[in-house]
């Protein structure tokens, strides 16, 4: 292991291996990954990872758009590597919502998003079998979709090796050292690493990393679960993404003639220790999700399920992440809280904490309403419909 370098981040998920391909593009070559399990172990992984732009603050749509067009060249980028599953994205929403959800389409139009309100009979043709009940717009976006997470992050690792980066998998960060109020160094059980600047990239685990250094940041763990069913062989194909606002429930096609079906919010949060929940399904979890997914496409009534499971979002007040250069720690930067929807604005996120480290602020995207400070300064972002839809 390496006994110097110019950063660490801490974290192989979406947001560190984002960041890690970035700086070795901005010629930042001695740079670490730390690991503590193998590439996409935490939130990543278990993430729909379903890619669409339907946000309603600026800051989030401009990410997701610089997101898109990363995910759209990534073949050339990746020699090859496609990830991104351009289905088209679908947005079901109730007849009360119609009001907000009209001002966002506008203001994604604005921002330059290819998105517009579909009338309800192209909605039903286009959406063979969806029961139109209670339905009052629907949205379109398409050249949404979603994307293949680990096939994502390992390229990013991959090109950042490549070009001089360590990845250190199965290696957990165990303390960071300070000297002087800056970071100095991260320990692991191989040695310690010296270095000025540390990424707490962490998911789940960020709000322990905090601690190492004093910080309690505000951040919450829960718990949210999905499951694959079988596609009936004798119904319309499911081919598209799709989020239903309605039923509080998403979708989308999973190989090999499968849908990957999850609850949405706004829903009870069920917080958990990130080192001690159940990663199974509950009964009654697949009880209400069969009822509610066979109201909204009733040809999945007795669809069979094939497997299920139960990952982690990182919640912060407002449900944006904080991106930052910290504060309180000199050398600390925070990726953290990617309150159930930072998938998909991984890339660009990683891009602009790339520019933040290297050049000191970042260019790409217009970060600073993400700062951490604007919880304590009650200047939380805003958005139109609540929970992990921001
Ligand atoms: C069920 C589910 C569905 C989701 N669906 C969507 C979706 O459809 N669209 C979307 O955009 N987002 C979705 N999300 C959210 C999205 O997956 C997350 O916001 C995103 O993956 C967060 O990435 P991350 O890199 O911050 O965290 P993580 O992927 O959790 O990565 C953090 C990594 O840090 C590592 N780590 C922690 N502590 C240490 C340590 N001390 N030393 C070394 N390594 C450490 C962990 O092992 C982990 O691999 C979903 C999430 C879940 C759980």
């Known amino acids: 292991m390496v006994k110097t370098a110019d950063v660490v981040i801490i974290g192989g998920g979406a947001i560190g291996t984002s960041l890690l391909y970035h700086l070795t593009e901005k010629g930042v070559r001695n740079v670490v990954l730390l690991e503590k399990g193998l590439l996409c172990a935490g939130s990543t992984g278990d993430s729909a990872a379903i890619m669409r732009q339907h946000y309603s603050n600026e800051v989030s749509i401009r990410l997701v758009k610089k997101s898109l067009e990363i995910f759209q060249h990534f073949p050339e980028m990746f020699d090859g590597a496609e990830v991104l599953h351009n289905v088209g994205w679908y947005f079901l929403v109730p007849p009360e919502a119609t009001e907000l959800f009209r001002d966002n389409i506008a203001q994604l139009k604005r921002l330059g998003v290819r998105t517009w309100e579909m009338s309800l009979a192209d909605a039903a043709e286009a959406l063979p079998g969806l029961n139109m009940e209670g339905i009052g717009c629907v949205a379109f976006e398409p050249d949404s979709g979603y994307v293949d997470p680990h096939g994502m992050a390992s390229a990013f690792a991959a090109k950042a090796k490549s070009k001089g980066a360590h990845v250190y998998l199965q290696t957990p960060a165990r303390d960071i050292k300070l000297s002087n109020g800056s970071v100095s160094a991260v320990v692991t059980d191989q040695g310690e690493i010296s270095t000025p600047v540390v990424v707490n990239a962490a998911g789940p685990w960020a709000k322990v990393v905090g601690r190492w250094m004093g910080l309690d940041l505000p951040l919450e763990v829960t718990r949210e679960s999905e499951i694959v069913a079988r596609i009936p062989a004798d119904i319309p194909p499911v081919r598209h993404s799709v989020s239903n606002m309605v039923d509080r429930t998403y979708w989308r096609p999973e190989r090999r003639g499968m849908l990957l079906v999850g609850v949405g919010h706004p829903k009870e949060n069920e917080l958990v220790d990130p080192n001690q929940y159940s990663r199974e399904v509950s009964r009654d979890f697949v009880e209400d999700l069969t009822r509610r997914l066979s109201h909204r496409l009733p040809s999945m009534e007795g669809a069979m399920f094939v497997k299920g499971w139960s990952g982690l979002y ?16 000199e050398g600390l930067y925070l990726a953290v809280g990617g309150s159930g929807h930072s998938f998909k604005i991984s890339p660009a996120i990683g891009l602009c904490m790339a520019e933040l480290i ?18 304590t300064a009650q200047t939380h972002l805003s958005s139109t419909y609540g929970g992990n839809r921001a």
Do not use: Q
């Open 314 to 329: 990182t919640v912060t007040p407002d449900w944006n992440m904080i991106l930052e250069k910290n504060p309180d720690v």
């Open 358 to 375: 290297v050049d000191g602020a970042a260019s790409t995207v217009d970060i600073t309403s993400l700062r951490g400070a604007r919880f």
